[in-house]
């Protein structure tokens, strides 16, 4: 599971406009421009907003959904999840599953080119394999290809892997991007000019990167699927949910993932009728509270347990998304077949909180308002990104909150790339409000297992806990639906016993979109799995977003 995730986090992201967090159904759009007369044609312009700028554009280097939400647009991958949310053949022509799973083999089509217009062949896929299960890469994402016991190539254009026991994360593997082998082989990966300058070979090229200010992405006349309809894509830093909803308003932005209070009572009026369309659908992303299990007021599961009676997730639902989501109690979005329905809430019962507090030895021994132990007062801070309004109204009532059980919390907001860089990688934290994208399959290795705990991992919690990862292991070597489902309820279980994580919510997903633009059809996956084939009709291009002047 990518820290893409953490970009979800942020809500605000080309991720969750364009279907990293899709809805089980569409929903209708609220108003519409009448239907364009003629084929869709080629030309303008997109504009979008993200509240962090990306941090490394080669995807295996980056953690940030910011830059995986530019490089799903530069780089192509051999298979990749259709609107249904079925892996279907990209970069692949074809592909065969053999011996119950434990064979793959691959043919690529032979008509890709990187955008230097070298072919892309099986021998950047050979080198992708090689650099991602070599660990002198600093990857967080290696552990689906240390799985392959072989990788052979069997011809220019077709390539075979072999596993030796099933591996039910095998095609997904495959769902992610390859390097091109002539022009970062031998390379500093962590030097290289590429990493600013990503060279691809998806629909979309990167011209234009100005720090703190925007990217501009130019359509790929070569794009082997035929080039995308809309000639440029432009990315806005703009690190304020507020500001950003101005922009839209301004026309400084044709897209963007409302907060609940922007969708249900400052978008209701005929200008947002007549310009834009809005799209609602429960995301496949949760928000949760982590604690640093590294610090001991958080290693007694008394605590975490307390913590989590002494949340009403409910009044998060109501006061923070106004009830447009649902309570999360583990990992997975409520309603699909891995949510383990059988969990009994924890409730909001302060009076269970403080019977554990006190359990722990965690008392009002100074009668201060303010428990402590051993002379420490039960006291931490809670830190969040800048600009994330709902993450910040979340801090703030469990601040409230957890001082009405004597615990006190202070609340930090960071900006972006300095929260993840110096904080998150770096374990330099009490606890955060953060949130995770839900994949397509269950497998949660990369956040929980315990050889994921370390510095710039994604269990960056230093969550461990030996039952779990037996359960990991079997899980992700398990393919048959149903066994897999009872191993990832005992997972669920684990983890709602345990709470290393306070679940929050999973909101719903909010997108907005100019009502110019042409040929956006909801579907599980969202909105924005045929970003391609988007278009906007010549004669409504004269209401073209307004663009500041560089």
């Not at 295996?60 to 892996?87: F, M, N």
């Not at 359509?219 to 806005?236: C, K, M, S």
């Not at 249900?264 to 009728?273: A, E, G």
Request: charged content about 25%.
């Amino acid at each position: 599971m990518r820290r893409r995730a953490l970009f979800l986090a942020l809500v605000i992201a080309w991720c969750s406009l364009l279907a990293c967090s899709g809805g089980e159904r569409g929903g209708e759009p609220e108003a519409n421009y009448s239907s364009a007369p003629g084929p869709a044609v080629d030309g303008g312009r997109i504009v979008q907003a993200t509240l962090g700028e990306p941090d490394n554009l080669i995807p295996p280097l980056s953690t940030s959904g910011s830059s995986h939400a530019v490089t799903e647009l530069i780089y192509v991958a051999p298979l990749r999840y259709d609107k249904d949310l079925q892996l279907t053949p990209w970069a692949a022509e074809s592909y065969q599953v053999l011996e119950e799973g434990q064979l793959l083999r691959f043919k690529l089509r032979k008509d890709i080119r990187w955008f230097d217009g070298t072919p892309l062949t099986a021998d950047d896929v050979e080198f992708t394999y090689r650099l991602m299960t070599d660990p002198k890469t600093p990857t967080a994402y290696a552990e689906d290809f240390l799985a392959i016991s072989s990788f052979n190539k069997t011809g220019p254009y077709s390539f075979e892997v072999r596993y030796d026991k099933p591996f039910a994360r095998a095609l997904v593997t495959w769902a992610q991007e390859i390097l091109p082998k002539h022009a970062l082989e031998g390379q500093d990966l962590l030097a290289t000019p590429l990493s600013r300058a990503p060279l691809g070979a998806g629909p979309y090229k990167l011209a234009q990167w100005d720090a703190g200010d925007k990217l501009v992405l130019k359509a790929n006349q070569d794009y082997f699927l035929g080039r995308p309809h809309i000639d440029e894509v432009v990315l806005r830093v703009i690190p304020d949910l507020a500001t950003q909803f101005l922009e839209l308003k301004a026309g400084g932005l044709d897209m963007m993932d409302l907060t609940p209070q922007q969708y249900l009572f400052q978008t209701k009026d005929d200008f947002w009728r007549t310009n834009y369309n809005k799209y609602k659908y429960l995301s496949f992303g949760y928000t949760y509270l982590g604690f640093n299990l590294r610090r001991p007021m958080f290693q007694d599961v008394r605590v975490r347990q307390a913590l989590s009676y002494a949340i009403d997730k409910q009044e998060l639902v109501k006061g923070v998304l106004l009830g447009m989501g649902q309570p999360a109690m583990g990992p997975y979005k409520p309603g699909t077949w891995v949510y383990n329905d059988k969990l009994t809430p924890y409730g909001y019962h302060p009076d269970k909180a403080e019977e554990l507090l006190d359990e722990a030895g965690w008392t009002d021994s100074d009668k201060d308002g303010v428990r402590d132990k051993n002379g420490e007062p039960f006291a931490f801070t809670i830190l969040t990104n800048q600009g994330n309004t709902q993450r910040i109204k979340t801090a703030t009532i469990i601040q409230r909150r957890l001082a009405d059980v004597g615990i006190k919390v202070q609340v930090r907001t960071i900006e972006w790339a300095a929260f993840i860089k110096e904080f998150i990688d770096k374990g330099r934290f009490d606890a955060v409000i953060l949130g995770w994208n839900i994949l397509q399959d269950p497998d949660l290795f990369d956040v929980w297992h315990s050889s994921k705990a370390k510095n710039g991992g994604l269990n960056f919690v230093d969550y461990e806990n030996a039952e779990l990862d037996k359960l990991l292991e079997e899980g992700r070597r398990t393919v048959e639906q149903s066994k897999r489902k009872k191993i990832y309820d005992q997972v669920q279980e684990i983890l709602h016993r345990d709470q290393p994580y306070v679940f929050l919510y999973v909101p719903d997903a909010l997108p907005i979109v100019q009502a110019r633009i042409q040929n956006i059809h909801p579907a599980p996956a969202g909105i924005g799995y045929n970003f391609t084939e988007w278009w906007i009709p010549k004669q409504w291009r004269q209401r073209q977003s307004r663009q500041p002047a560089p």
